[in-house]
């Protein structure tokens, strides 16, 4: 069975800092799919980053990058420069019927 | 954001009645899904489908049924609500090339309250 755990329920960051979420997953597929998904209070559901277990480079979207670990089945998600706007409950989850982590609630200091 | 949409955003409705949650997108996207999602919980896929006339049954079981008759709509009705069926029910497309995976977006979501 496919497995996705993200261990930290809540997480704060000041803002302008940096910060690391955090998810390890099990899964015995060879190909798949690693995506962080954002929900913003009472908002839609988005893509933040995701990434494909074939490639090795991690993927980096403008502020928010990855650091994909396949042997260790870790894959955290770094946010650079943090903005207010980025409050909100961070999910990771595996591929292909999307398996969701808990989700970490993060929040933004100014 | 996505051409997603979710009907009704929030649906307070007493014990027994039928409801029909609708999903709807305008990006031709073959795949479609159900979540529920418990607040501040992780998400559960309960339905999905890969195209017209297509549905499976995700891993969380659920009583609701769904039906993909038209690419772009895929509704889930609930024949008898009960309070057990208070969540946010989320709906979700995908392009679905062949071969894995590919990204979902997401509607708002319906925040059902059944009393």
């Known amino acids: 069975a496919q497995t996705v755990t993200q261990s930290q329920p809540e997480m704060s960051v000041q803002e302008a800092e940096t910060v690391t979420l955090s998810c390890t997953y099990d899964t015995s597929e060879s190909d798949y799919y690693l995506f962080w998904y954002k929900q913003p209070p009472s908002r839609q559901m988005i893509l933040v980053i995701r990434q494909e277990a074939y490639k090795q480079q991690n993927a980096t979207e403008n502020r928010f990058s990855v650091n994909f670990q396949k042997a260790a089945k870790s894959f955290s998600l770094k946010i650079s420069d943090s903005q207010l706007g980025d409050a909100a409950m961070y999910f990771c989850?595996?591929?292909?019927?999307?398996?969701f982590g808990t989700g970490t609630r993060l929040q933004v200091f100014p | 954001e996505a051409d997603i949409y979710q009907t009704p955003r929030y649906l307070v409705i007493g014990t027994g009645k039928k409801i029909t949650l609708e999903c709807s997108q305008t990006?031709?996207?073959?795949?479609m899904y159900w979540y529920q999602q418990d607040p501040g919980m992780e998400l559960h896929l309960i339905h999905y489908?890969?195209?017209?006339?297509?549905?499976e049954k995700g891993d969380l079981s659920s009583e609701s049924t769904v039906s993909r008759i038209r690419t772009e709509h895929f509704p889930l009705t609930l024949e008898s609500a009960r309070p057990s069926h208070t969540s946010q029910y989320l709906c979700?497309?995908?392009?679905?090339?062949?071969?894995?995976?590919?990204?979902?977006?997401f509607g708002p979501g319906t925040r059902l309250t059944v009393l």
């Open positions: 989850a595996l591929s292909d019927k999307l398996i």
């Open positions: 489908s890969y195209g017209v006339n297509s549905t």
């Open positions: 990006m031709g996207h073959d795949k």
């Open positions: 979700a497309s995908s392009v679905g090339l062949a071969g894995h995976t590919d990204t979902q977006y």
